[in-house]
T-cell receptor, first 112, second 115 residues
Framework: GENVEQHPSTLSVQEGDSAVIKCTYS??????FPWYKQELGKRPQLIID?????GEKKDQRIAVTLNKTAKHFSLHITETQPEDSAVYFC???????????FGTGTRLTIIP | GAVVSQHPSRVICKSGTSVKIECRSL??????MFWYRQFPKQSLMLMAT?????????EQGVEKDKFLINHASLTLSTLTVTSAHPEDSSFYIC???????????FGPGTRLTVT
């Protein structure tokens, strides 16, 4: 089955700087990669996703890049703000299979 | 966006009793729903896939007789934790994708504490 690894496990960034979180996946058939933000005690919220036919996707301060050959994808947050502090999870799923395999999570702390 | 609700949000039960958790898609139909368990400071672990009109599919290591899943309609799936033990205490979250879409929408979660 799919295995998703995520790094780093914790990340502290000065407010205004950029944050990058990286994930690798094992199943070359995976073709959908969402990123979720989870605040303490709350539900994961989808912040951006990318499909395997695209190399990059951007939504305001958030962008995701995908390298299918290397089987890794990354989340980029620019101009970070205190409200970006949360745990971020990457995930992957394959064609015709809606099951998501989650990474281990990254605790992002924005330092004011 | 799509809305998924869960009930109850918190439940405390005694060891040996059973607890039922409901997951509803409020504004869309979901033939498939997913149940996850999340321990403190850990990731979401998929427990099972709930299929409307057929049996649930359980992930390896998840006891199907302990975690009973019923997908009663296109908008409701229930998870019953039977004979609960303290080690079952966790945050249980469901999710559902819209039909034909890849995006999954999560419920708010249910925090189960078994005493």
């Amino acid at each position: 089955g799919e295995n998703v690894e995520q790094h780093p496990s914790t990340l502290s960034v000065q407010e205004g700087d950029s944050a990058v979180i990286k994930c690798t996946y094992s199943d070359s058939a995976s073709n959908y990669f969402p990123w979720y933000k989870q605040e303490l005690g709350k539900r994961p919220q989808l912040i951006i996703d990318i499909r395997s036919n695209v190399g990059e996707k951007k939504d305001q301060r958030i962008a995701v890049t995908l390298n299918k050959t290397a089987k890794h994808f990354s989340l980029h947050i620019t101009e970070t703000q205190p409200e970006d502090s949360a745990v971020y999870f990457c995930a992957g799923s394959g064609f015709g299979n809606e099951k998501l395999t989650f990474g281990t999570g990254t605790r992002l702390t924005i330092i004011p | 966006g799509a809305v998924v609700s869960q009930h109850p949000s918190r439940v405390i039960c005694k060891s040996g009793t059973s607890v039922k958790i409901e997951c509803r898609s409020l504004d869309f139909q979901a033939t498939t729903m997913f149940w996850y368990r999340q321990f403190p400071k850990q990731s979401l672990m998929l427990m099972a896939t709930s299929n409307e009109g057929s049996k649930a599919t359980y992930e390896q290591g998840v006891e199907k007789d302990k975690f009973l899943i019923n997908h009663a309609s296109l908008t409701l799936s229930t998870l019953t934790v039977t004979s609960a033990h303290p080690e079952d205490s966790s945050f249980y979250i469901c999710s559902a994708p819209r039909q034909g879409a890849r995006e999954q929408y999560f419920g708010p979660g249910t925090r189960l504490t078994v005493t």
